[in-house]
């Protein structure tokens, strides 16, 4: 039985303080890139068995005790402190010329330990479409087993379910490290009831549970939260503070991995077929330079920003952006950091008359047919005949790296996914407090797509990122025509219109009740963020057809680098990318072990 958080807290600020102090020549037979949400997953189950050693570097330290991390309420406190990347796009060129900020965690426990928290999975459609892509025993039937693994459900309380909170066991894990939960501050009141009869009332019905695989609908949602400290669950107390004493997994916190130190192997003056990582050069928290050696295997699980650009610096990727830079190209890589996927969130607030004590959130999840209703055929249609061209703009931001007959297979699967496998389209995340009811609304399945580059050959610096926001116009038709759906039809519907009193972001003072298209779609591109949910550029599937990783998880060209991180997910998922990530972890461990 794993050691209690509380027995270990005394323990953890010494452990913690202690790393970074190298001595060089330092071996391990794992040696893992990122202490994220991915990273400890792996860590943890392979340092499950005492004859591996496995070593994790982190660019942070420990936030164990961050209030600004583990209050459950705090969503957003630790944005721009110095725990947060807040990573700058490039200019969006299609969306105002502005960049835009992009959140991820320098701590151990990566963007776990400030993300919102919230714990819903994918549809089966989607999950099922990655082994089309090449990845064999990638599918929902072989990832939900690895959903249940990593997660410790905490089951409702009569309290809790006597106020809406609605669950399928069996879809369910109750024995693993990450716990799931309901907070204990749902309002008690009959919100729940208004809002469920109002979406009903727009054809949306109550999904009793959304992570059994079919999101579609209204519903109460887990989150990772440790219901009885009260905090939030983030992978680090998951999947490292219990283990902290096995003396076979080492954390060098406040270290910068630099690049991958490849082994010199090759004795044939032909060429050989895979490069072989050594190690992993990097920097300590007083700037001493280091190689910590792995026997096996390099794993990074950097992130979707991160990982992509390490390869880079590391000489794994297009050669037209490493040789400029004085970099020699280990590995022909082109598509490493392309096809990246980010979605765009705008939102609204309306007062109602309630005054409600406490705090409650609810998803919906409205397909394309709940948004668009009788006007959905001849959408389909008008998009089907757009998407060739959609293939050649996104070939042509990319220089042709992604090749147009590629990405137009690619986007007649998400088409099949949205219009034919009805998949969610849209989430509406649903708050609702004191005398507001605020909704945050974004698309799931943009077609835009971007890229991540270095620029420089300093480590750790932040490379260009440019997600392409808005530049497929589906986007921003998505975008807008959910944004009329909640304005005109959610709020318009009893029994909520009975308790709303006006809307107050942004106001029809700001943007009219009746604002045409292209006033609409202007508000859409002033107020959007980023969603924070980066992920593609490492992607697994076929190198053929432009994957960076095979269904193995293993880096095309190395033989023994793997990439385990929201990088590697071909297409956005459905739901918030935390469990998707932490089944996806637990399955690569399996690999892993297989491989050994």
């Not at 990273?39 to 004859?51: Q, T």
């Not at 107020?527 to 697994?540: I, L, S």
Request: contains cysteine.
């Amino acid at each position: 039985m794993a050691p209690s958080i509380s027995s270990l807290v005394p323990l953890l600020s010494l452990f913690v303080t202690t790393q970074g102090l190298l001595t060089n020549g330092l071996t391990y037979d794992y040696v893992v890139v990122g202490a994220g949400t991915s990273g400890l997953a792996v860590a943890n189950r392979l340092s499950e068995l005492c004859n591996i050693t496995v070593a994790v570097i982190e660019a942070g330290s420990s936030v164990f005790g961050n209030t600004n991390v583990t209050d459950i309420g705090g969503y957003g406190l630790a944005f721009g402190t110095d725990i947060d990347y807040a990573y700058q796009t490039v200019n969006q060129t299609y969306a105002n010329g502005t960049p835009q900020t992009m959140r991820a965690a320098k701590a151990i426990g990566g963007t776990s330990t400030i993300n919102g928290m919230a714990y819903t999975r994918a549809e089966v459609a989607q999950v099922d479409a990655w082994e089309a892509l090449g990845n064999s025993g990638w599918n929902w039937e072989s990832l939900l087993p690895y959903y249940r693994k990593s997660e410790q459900f905490q089951t409702p309380a009569d309290w809790q379910t006597a106020l809406g909170v609605t669950y399928d066991a069996t879809v369910h894990g109750f024995s693993g490290p990450v716990k799931i939960g309901y907070p204990n501050s749902i309002i008690n009141s009959t919100i729940i009831n208004t809002m469920d009869e109002t979406y009903t009332g727009v054809g949306i019905p109550w999904n009793t549970d959304v992570n059994g695989g079919k999101m579609r609908g209204f519903t109460s949602h887990p989150r990772t939260i440790d219901q009885a400290g009260n905090v939030r669950e983030d992978a680090a107390r998951a999947y490292y503070w219990p283990y902290v004493n096995r003396k076979n997994l080492v954390m060098f916190s406040n270290t910068l991995a630099n690049r991958i130190v490849w082994k010199d192997t090759c004795n044939d003056s032909c060429g050989c077929d895979e490069a072989v990582a050594g190690g992993v050069e990097v920097t300590t928290a007083n700037g001493t330079i280091t190689t910590i050696y792995a026997r096996k295997e390099v794993i990074l699980s950097a992130g979707a920003v991160r990982s992509s650009a390490f390869l880079e610096i590391s000489g794994v990727g297009n050669p037209d952006i490493l040789q400029p830079l004085g970099i020699d190209v280990v590995v022909d890589l082109p598509t490493v950091g392309e096809n990246l996927q980010d979605q765009m969130n705008n939102g609204f607030v309306f007062a109602d008359n309630q005054n409600l004590t406490g705090t409650t959130s609810f998803v919906s999840y409205p397909t394309i047919d709940d948004i668009y209703g009788a006007n959905t055929s001849s959408f389909a249609a008008s998009v089907a005949a757009k998407i060739p061209s959609y293939a050649a703009a996104v070939a042509k931001a990319s220089n042709h790296v992604v090749s147009e007959a590629d990405l137009l297979s690619f986007f007649n699967i998400q088409y099949d996914l949205i219009f034919n496998s009805s998949v969610p389209i849209v989430e509406i995340f649903n708050t609702v407090t004191g005398s507001v009811v605020n909704m945050e609304y974004w698309i799931l399945l943009p077609f835009s797509r971007g890229n991540i580059h270095i620029t420089s050959t300093t480590p750790g610096e932040t490379p260009d990122i440019n997600p392409n926001y808005f530049m497929i116009d589906f986007d921003l038709d998505i975008q807008t025509t959910s944004g009329r759906f909640i304005r005109n039809q959610i709020f318009k519907t009893e029994p909520l219109v009975s308790i709303v009193t006006g809307e107050t972001t942004p106001g029809f003072e700001v943007l009219a009740e009746d604002a045409d298209d292209a006033t609409f779609g202007t508000w859409v591109k002033d107020t959007y963020r980023t969603n924070f949910h980066p992920v593609g550029t490492t992607a697994m599937m076929s190198k053929d057809i432009g994957g960076v990783v095979s269904n193995r998880l293993v880096v095309y060209g190395t033989k023994n680098v793997r990439v385990v991180d929201a990088g590697i997910l071909p297409f956005q998922v459905c739901g918030h990318l935390v469990s998707t990530l932490y089944a996806v972890a637990e399955k690569a461990a399996d690999l892993i072990k297989e491989d050994m």
